[in-house]
């Protein structure tokens, strides 16, 4: 599941917190997925310039890249901070392991101006995203994408890979009645929307 973190100068308090939609028109099979999906081993921090931030904030960005907590967020995630409040303010926020980059700008974004104080929207400030990304039609988080390479590739027959787009859960089940089960496991944390994007 994915996680949310509010930020305080160099102090990380993790949170689970709301992730966006993440759209998937067409069930792919296993051998399509796997060539869609990038490594779960490892991401980068990639920081996102804008119009307020000076060097001490990306000086501040910087050594939160190297820090051993940001180290291990998993893709993928995204920092939002509230221009007029600063970086050190505890409306930034950062969010890790939903299944698009978009999913995780949006579920900052929207906690970080439930936080925020000054008038003015947040704006992601930094993404963490896989090893080697570029742009594709298919993606998973991190998380989903270790248990489709270590589970759901492992083994012939019947199976299956539901996610949710809202909450960043995701289920693999393998024999009869998979796609069933997928879901089932799915939405045992209370997910409403889980869908099947991966069966064979």
Request: aromatic content about 8%.
């Amino acid at each position: 599941m994915r996680k949310s973190f509010a930020i305080l100068a160099f102090s990380i308090f993790a949170s689970f917190g709301a992730n966006a939609g993440f759209a998937q028109s067409d069930v792919l099979d296993g051998k399509a997925a796997k060539k869609m999906l990038f490594s779960h081993r490892g991401s980068d921090f990639v920081i996102r310039p804008q119009d307020f931030m000076g060097d001490a904030d990306v000086s501040l960005l910087n050594l939160m890249a190297n820090m051993k907590e940001f180290k291990s967020v998993l893709y993928y995630g995204a920092i939002a901070a509230s221009p007029k409040d600063g970086l050190t303010h505890k409306a930034t926020i950062a969010t890790s392991n939903h299944h698009t980059p978009e999913a995780a700008n949006r579920a900052a974004l929207k906690e970080c101006n439930s936080m925020r104080k000054a008038a003015v929207r947040c704006v992601v400030v930094a993404q963490i995203l896989p090893k080697k990304y570029s742009e594709g039609a298919f993606s998973l988080s991190a998380s989903a994408t270790a248990a489709f390479k270590k589970t759901y590739l492992r083994g012939k027959g019947l199976k299956a890979l539901a996610i949710s787009p809202t909450l960043g859960s995701y289920g693999v089940f393998k024999g009869e009645d998979a796609a069933t089960a997928a879901l089932a496991a799915c939405s045992a944390d209370g997910a409403t929307d889980c869908v099947v994007v991966v069966q064979d």
